[in-house]
């Protein structure tokens, strides 16, 4: 049995801390450990998707950021990382689906994402969902 919820900043464990400290190297090579006051803090700030299993463990995770600009109200997936164990379950579609209704529900005027190309399955996901790709450089600058 699986549960979705979002992170409550009052109700993090350390269990949590180290489930998504197994999941982010899934998601990029070299992160950096994160620790409980910066999950805190992005339970705060942002809605934090996670799966539990039956035993409460996280096992995967995907982040709205909300965007507030000149031009309006719009949202930023991110961090959507599902445990290899888990995969193909339907958990990353349903990560995205949730993360869309809340965004609707938080009357955001439309949701950006990035994935490389090199990531099959999340760029299939997306496109899946409806997302498409827009013919703009995406650019980055290391601070
Ligand atoms: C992308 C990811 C989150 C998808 O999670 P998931 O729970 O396995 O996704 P789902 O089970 O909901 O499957 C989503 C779709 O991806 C497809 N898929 C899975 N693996 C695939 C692969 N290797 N190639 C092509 N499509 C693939 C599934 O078949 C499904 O599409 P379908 O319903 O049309 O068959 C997961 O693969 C993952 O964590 N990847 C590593 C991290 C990553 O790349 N994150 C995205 C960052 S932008």
Not at 6 to 23: G, K, Q, S
Not at 50 to 79: K, M, P, W, Y
Not at 86 to 95: C, K, N, Q, T
Request: aromatic share 6%.
């Amino acid at each position: 049995m699986t549960t979705y919820e979002f992170l409550d900043p009052h109700h993090l464990t350390e269990d949590d801390v180290a489930d998504i400290n197994r999941l982010l190297p899934q998601l990029t090579p070299s992160p950096a450990v994160v620790d409980l006051t910066h999950i805190i803090e992005v339970a705060k700030l942002s809605a934090a998707l996670v799966v539990r299993d039956e035993h409460g463990r996280i096992q995967g995770t995907a982040t709205l950021c909300s965007i507030d600009a000149l031009t309006g109200h719009s949202g930023f997936i991110t961090n959507v990382v599902v445990d290899e164990s888990w995969r193909g379950r339907g958990i990353g579609e349903a990560f995205v689906k949730q993360l869309v209704t809340l965004a609707q529900f938080q009357s955001m005027h439309h949701l950006e994402l990035t994935s490389n190309s090199a990531r099959v399955a999340a760029n299939h996901l997306y496109q899946k969902l409806g997302f498409r790709q827009r013919p703009t450089n995406h650019y980055l600058m290391l601070l």
